[in-house]
């Protein structure tokens, strides 16, 4: 079947005409010139695009924060009934308020400990996100009119999720609890941290209004 595909030899081997190599990397035109990101592309395919990359890979973001964020937007987060799933032997219930079984949508924020968090901060910031985790991940991408405070918004979502996951993991592991009045000034903490350095970044293009201003107003 091979041979039978391939051309003719005599009109080839009586040429004189010099031999070139093509190049036609996936389903593109072959070209004499070789290209290394075609090339990748054809052997890298790229996956759907998704939504959820600007609101977790944002600019000024906090490195491990996101990072878990990607983690439980993917519903990549070891949860008790992912881990029942996989035949473990583990407690559904969550371990933060023991009253519903723990699932990625549940700690995030219908948890009556975790909403106690996470209701602090919206009320201070005035805003009303969705309560599914799917759509307050769209809302996530302009939370706010205001450029400041759409950046302080999503610091504190990033924040909220690292910190309620630390404190599951806390008491599960360590048998450490802590009340939801501890992680809020934890996240105040670390988030003024963070908008410390963005802040001094910022002055030098605008003065009337300052990042960490703008945090110090809301709290």
């Known amino acids: 079947m091979?041979?039978?595909?391939?051309?003719?030899?005599n009109p080839i081997c009586s040429s004189e005409v010099d031999d070139i190599y093509m190049w036609k990397p996936g389903n593109r035109v072959a070209s004499i010139s070789f290209s290394t990101a075609d090339t990748w592309e054809a052997l890298h395919p790229q996956g759907e695009p998704v939504f959820r990359h600007r609101q977790v890979l944002?600019?000024?973001?906090?490195p491990k924060h996101a990072f878990i964020t990607w983690v439980i937007a993917r519903n990549r987060l070891g949860t008790r009934d992912?881990?029942?799933?996989?035949?473990?032997?583990?407690?559904?219930?969550?371990?933060l308020?023991?009253?519903a079984a723990e699932t990625?949508?549940?700690?995030?924020?219908d948890c009556s400990y975790s909403s106690e968090v996470w209701v602090f901060f919206c009320s201070r910031l005035s805003i009303n996100p969705p309560v599914l985790f799917e759509d307050g991940l769209r809302w996530l991408r302009?939370?706010?009119?205001?450029?400041?405070?759409?950046?302080?918004?999503?610091?504190?979502?990033?924040?909220?999720?690292?910190s309620i996951w630390k404190e599951r993991n806390a008491?599960?592991?360590?048998?450490?609890?802590?009340?939801?009045?501890a992680v809020i000034l934890e996240m105040k903490q670390t988030v003024q941290a963070r908008?410390?350095?963005?802040?001094?970044?910022?002055?030098?293009?605008?003065?009337?209004?300052?990042?960490?201003?703008?945090?110090?107003?809301?709290?």
């Open 171 to 181: 008491r599960i592991h360590n048998q450490i609890s802590r009340p939801a009045q």
């Open 2 to 9: 091979i041979r039978d595909s391939l051309p003719d030899a």
């Open 97 to 99: 308020c023991n009253k």
């Open 58 to 62: 944002f600019q000024g973001r906090i």
């Open 195 to 219: 908008l410390d350095p963005l802040s001094r970044a910022h002055n030098s293009r605008r003065t009337d209004i300052t990042l960490l201003g703008t945090w110090f107003s809301f709290f």
């Open 142 to 162: 302009n939370p706010s009119p205001e450029e400041f405070v759409k950046l302080i918004v999503k610091l504190v979502y990033q924040a909220a999720l690292y």
């Open 82 to 95: 992912r881990m029942k799933s996989w035949g473990l032997q583990v407690p559904p219930t969550c371990i």
């Open 104 to 109: 990625r949508k549940h700690p995030f924020f």
